[in-house]
C-alpha cells in the first residue's frame, strides 16, 4: 500500500500516543471498564428480573470525561422474535419478523403468532396492532407508556437523569436468530481476514434487536422496527487493538470539537464514525494499524467519510443496503460536511491542536515542535490581520511605483507584478505567516507559563524557540516581541542583544507603510527577491499583542489591552484588530530600551531613548499616534515629569475620546498627585 505520508506523521502519533495515555485510553483502564459494565449488566438484570443489555460508547469504553457520552442501555420484552414459523413454542408471546418489497433496508415488521398455535393473530380490537399492506396484524412501535415524571423521550429512547450521568433506555425485542437482510455480511469476501472467522460466527450467535423505530421516509413508519446487530458491533469495537481504539476516540473527537460546531449536532453522529473505522478495518491490512501510524489512520477514516458524504450515501457495515446518510446528509449539510472534511484533509493533521475534548489539542501543542505542527492556537485572526497588513504595504508600495513613473518613464515595471498581492499565490506568504504565529504562539504560551504560580522551564524555553522561529518574519516586529519577553524575566544582558540585532537591520530603507524613495523603489525591485524575503528585509510590521500575551508584555501596555479597542467600528478593516493592541515597531523599539535601561539606571541610554522616541512620534507617517503618545507619557512619568505627561495624556484624549487607555493613566498621575498633596 503506497501512501504519500509526510514525515511528521510518525513523530505526531507518537506524542499523541503518550498524550492519550494521560487521558484514560491505556488497555488496562480500557478493560477495566469493559468489565465492569459487564458486570453491571448482569447485576441489573438478576436484581430488575428483566434482561438489560448496555451498548454505545460507555459500554465499550470508547468515551473520555471531555466527549461526556451518555449511557444506552435496551430493555428486552419477555417475547420471543422467530424468523420461522416452525421453531414456534406454545405458551410464549411470540412475534414472527416480517417484511416486503416495501420494507427500507435495516428495517422490518413484526407479524403477531397466537400463542396457543402456530398462526397469525387477526384481531383487529388489539390497539397495539395494525394492518400493513398485505393484512397482517403487526405490533406498532409506539406501544410502550414507561416514561417517568422526570424522564425525557426523543425518538425510540427514554432519556433519565442520575446525577452527573445521563441515561438513555429503550425497549426492544430480541432475535436471537440471524437477520435475512445481513446474511450477505457473513459470506462476503474479506481480503485482511478481519474480522475472523471465529468473530463471525461468534457474532452470527449473537443475532439481532429490533427497535421500536421506522424508517422516516416511509408509509408505514408507525408499525417498522429497525434492525439493530448491536451485540455484534459491541464484540467489534472489543477486539479494536490499541491503535483502532484510539482511533476511534480520536474521531469522535474530531467531530466534536470541529465538524459538529459547523453542521449541527445531527448530521455526523458516532454511529457513522463506527461504521467507518469497520469498513476501514476491514479494507486494510493489518501492518498499518501500528502505533505510530495513528495519524495516518484518522486521515484514511476522515477520507472514508468525505468519499460517503460526497456521493451521500453511507452503508450500514451489517446491512449494506441501508444509507444512513438518508434525511440527515443532503442539500447544504451535505455541502457543509463536504467543506468541512476537506478542510481537515487539506490541514493534513494541523486540526489536531483544535480538539477542545480533554484538552488535547493544548497538549499537543505543549508537547509537539511547531515545524511538525504548523498550526497556532486561536489565532484565526491573527491571520486575517497579517495577510490584511501585508496587502496593505504592498497596495502603498504599488502606489508609489505608480506615483514615481509618472516622474521618470524609465521605471522598471515588469518586476513589479511579483510583489503585487493580488498576483502573489497564497503559499507564497505562507512561511511569513508561519513566523509571525510563532511569535504569537511563543508569547501566548510565555504569557500563561508566567502566570502560574511555579513557572515551568520546559515551557519557558519552548516559549523562547518559538520566538527565535519567528524573529525572521519581518525586520523588527518578531525580534521587539523576543526582547519584550526577555524584559518581563529580567533578563537585561539578553534584551539589549536583541536590542542590537535590530538596530544593524533597522536602516533609512525600512519602511511601515510602504512610502519608498525612487531609489530605494529602484534598488529593491532590482534586487528580484521572493516576496518573504522582501519582507525580511525591508517591511517593519507593526507589534501586535492579542488579551492572551499580557503577563509576556510590558506593564504599561495592559491598559491599552483593555481600554484601546473597539474604536473605528465602521472600519470593516480597523476593526479586526479589536482585540489586539498596536504599536509602531520604532516606537516600540525605544519604549523597550527606554525600560531597559530605566531599570538598569544607565541615565545616558535612557534618556538617548526617550529623545530618539519623541523624534519618531513627531514623523507623519506614525500610524498608531494614541497608543505611542501613552507610551511616551508613561516614560515621562517614571522620569518624574508629570505635567508633560499628563499634557501629552490629553493630546492623546483629544485624538480617541472613547476606548483609550490614556484614562487609565491620567487617572494613575491624579491619584499620585493627591497622594503627594496629603504627604505634604
Request: hydrophobic share 40%.
Amino acid at each position: 500500500m503506497s501512501l504519500n505520508i509526510p514525515q511528521y506523521y510518525k513523530e505526531v502519533s507518537s506524542r499523541l500516543n503518550r498524550i492519550l495515555d494521560t487521558v484514560g485510553l491505556g488497555d488496562d483502564i480500557r478493560w477495566k471498564r469493559i468489565n465492569m459494565w459487564i458486570q453491571s449488566e448482569e447485576l441489573l438484570s438478576v436484581s430488575f428480573e428483566i434482561r438489560y443489555h448496555f451498548f454505545g460508547s460507555q459500554a465499550e469504553a470508547t468515551t473520555t470525561p471531555g466527549l461526556q457520552s451518555d449511557m444506552d442501555s435496551v430493555i428486552c420484552e419477555s417475547c420471543r422474535v422467530l424468523k420461522d414459523r416452525e421453531i414456534w413454542m406454545p405458551g410464549i408471546p411470540t412475534f414472527l419478523i416480517a417484511s416486503d418489497e416495501n420494507t427500507p433496508p435495516g428495517y422490518a415488521k413484526l407479524e403477531k403468532v397466537n400463542s396457543h398455535r402456530a398462526w397469525p393473530v387477526y384481531n383487529r380490537y388489539d390497539e397495539w396492532l395494525n394492518l400493513d399492506r398485505r393484512g397482517r396484524f403487526v405490533l406498532c412501535n409506539d406501544h410502550h407508556d414507561i416514561k417517568r415524571h422526570d424522564d425525557n423521550c426523543h425518538g425510540p429512547a427514554t432519556t433519565s437523569y442520575y446525577g452527573d450521568i445521563t441515561a438513555d433506555y429503550v425497549f426492544g425485542m430480541r432475535l436471537h436468530a440471524w437477520p435475512d437482510q445481513a446474511s450477505q455480511w457473513l459470506t462476503r469476501n474479506r481480503r485482511h481476514d478481519w474480522p475472523s472467522h471465529q468473530t463471525i460466527r461468534l457474532i452470527q450467535e449473537t443475532g439481532a434487536l429490533l427497535v421500536p423505530v421506522g424508517h422516516k421516509f416511509s408509509q408505514e413508519q408507525h408499525i417498522e422496527w429497525r434492525i439493530s446487530i448491536s451485540y455484534g458491533e459491541k464484540i467489534l469495537v472489543w477486539l479494536f487493538n490499541s491503535t483502532q481504539y484510539r482511533c476511534y476516540i480520536l474521531l469522535k473527537m474530531i467531530n466534536k470539537s470541529l465538524i459538529k460546531p459547523v453542521v449541527g449536532d445531527n448530521v455526523l453522529s458516532s454511529y457513522h464514525c463506527k461504521t467507518c473505522m469497520f469498513y476501514l478495518i476491514e479494507n486494510t491490512p493489518t501492518s498499518i494499524w501500528q502505533p505510530d501510524n495513528l495519524l495516518l489512520c484518522v486521515e484514511l477514516c476522515l477520507r472514508l467519510l468525505y468519499n460517503w458524504t460526497e456521493s451521500g450515501f453511507c452503508p450500514n457495515y451489517f446491512i449494506p443496503e441501508e444509507n444512513m446518510f438518508q434525511c440527515k446528509v443532503y442539500g447544504h449539510v451535505q455541502d457543509q460536511l463536504l467543506c468541512v472534511l476537506g478542510d481537515l484533509l487539506r490541514l493534513e493533521g494541523r486540526y489536531l491542536v483544535g480538539i477542545s475534548c480533554d484538552n488535547i489539542g493544548h497538549k499537543l501543542v505543549r508537547n509537539c515542535q511547531i515545524p511538525l505542527i504548523e498550526r497556532e492556537l486561536q489565532c484565526q485572526d491573527v491571520t486575517r490581520i497579517l495577510m490584511t497588513s501585508v496587502r496593505c504595504l504592498f497596495t502603498n508600495l504599488e502606489a508609489a511605483v505608480e506615483f514615481n513613473l509618472k516622474k521618470d518613464s524609465s521605471f522598471e515595471t515588469h518586476k513589479l507584478d511579483r510583489y503585487i498581492v493580488r498576483h502573489e499565490p497564497r503559499r507564497s506568504i505562507h512561511n511569513f505567516l508561519w513566523k509571525m504565529h510563532c511569535s504569537f504562539l511563543g508569547s501566548k504560551l510565555a504569557s500563561k507559563t508566567l502566570s502560574e504560580e511555579t513557572p515551568d522551564q520546559n515551557s519557558l524555553d519552548m516559549a523562547h524557540e518559538l520566538l527565535l522561529w519567528g524573529s525572521s518574519s519581518d525586520v523588527a516586529s518578531g525580534k521587539l516581541k523576543l526582547a519584550a519577553f526577555h524584559l518581563v524575566q529580567d533578563n537585561f544582558d539578553m534584551s539589549k542583544d536583541v536590542f542590537s540585532e535590530i538596530h544593524k537591520t533597522f536602516n533609512f530603507k525600512i519602511t511601515r507603510k510602504g512610502v519608498f524613495s525612487f531609489h530605494t523603489l529602484q534598488a529593491i525591485l532590482s534586487e528580484n527577491l521572493p516576496t518573504t524575503q522582501l519582507i525580511s528585509q525591508y517591511f517593519a510590521l507593526p507589534v501586535l499583542y492579542h488579551t492572551s500575551e499580557i503577563n509576556c508584555t510590558p506593564k504599561a501596555l495592559i491598559p491599552e489591552m483593555f481600554y484601546s479597542t473597539g474604536s473605528d467600528q465602521d472600519n470593516p478593516v480597523k476593526k479586526l484588530f479589536e482585540t489586539f493592541v498596536r504599536i509602531d515597531p520604532d516606537v516600540y523599539l525605544y519604549f523597550l530600551e527606554f525600560l531597559c535601561f530605566h531599570r538598569l539606571n544607565s541615565r545616558s541610554h535612557e534618556k538617548a531613548a526617550l529623545y530618539n522616541m519623541i523624534l519618531i512620534i513627531r514623523d507623519e507617517h506614525i500610524q498608531f499616534e494614541d497608543t505611542a503618545l501613552n507610551l511616551l507619557a508613561y516614560c515621562l512619568a517614571q522620569e518624574g515629569r508629570m505635567t508633560i505627561a499628563y499634557s501629552i495624556l490629553c493630546r492623546s484624549m483629544k485624538m480617541i475620546k472613547e476606548h483609550n487607555g490614556a484614562k487609565w493613566q491620567i487617572a494613575t498621575l491624579i491619584n499620585a498627585a493627591f497622594r503627594f498633596l496629603r504627604g505634604g
